[in-house]
């Protein structure tokens, strides 16, 4: 699954009625993985063992993202548990990560703070990964910039995928 991708699905994911959420914090394992499986979801015995997560059933904006012909299979029967990004009030969910986490983090300008409070990798290989899944054509060594494009560019992909944020954080 591409980054962004994973982004998408922890907003989607936190979007959940709460009783989801509250399986996800307490097992530290995604709800479509728990016991109390979301309505829609593939029925128990059903790929049992697997532990990754499943494939966005929309495929983000990000130029050069592609579904394979099993990530397309698995979105069909994966579809209905999440809720649509429209739905999803991006900066409620991120400020709620945020007070979770116990940690300060802005993610309204960094989005190194922004991936620690989805609780995704934030190292600087899997932002350069990230990058080149946007498509950055800046210098990747200049981590600084490559770091505040990047904010700026999931932002507006969040955005144009139609998660609600704050204007200024939409352009």
Known sequence: MSIFGEILNRLRGKA???????QTQASGQPATQTQGAPAGAPAQGAGQ????????PTAPVAAGATASAGGAAAAGANAAPQAPLSEVDVEKIMD??????????????SIVDTMKALGI???????KELARELQYTGDMNDSAAMNVWLHKRVMKELAANGGRLPPELRD
């Open 121 to 127: 990798d934030s190292s600087l290989d899997h932002r």
């Open 16 to 22: 959940r009625p709460t009783s989801q959420a509250s």
């Open 96 to 109: 709620d990560l945020v007070g979770e986490s116990g940690q300060k983090l802005n993610w309204r300008t």
């Open 49 to 56: 063992g697997t532990t990754q997560a499943q494939p966005s």
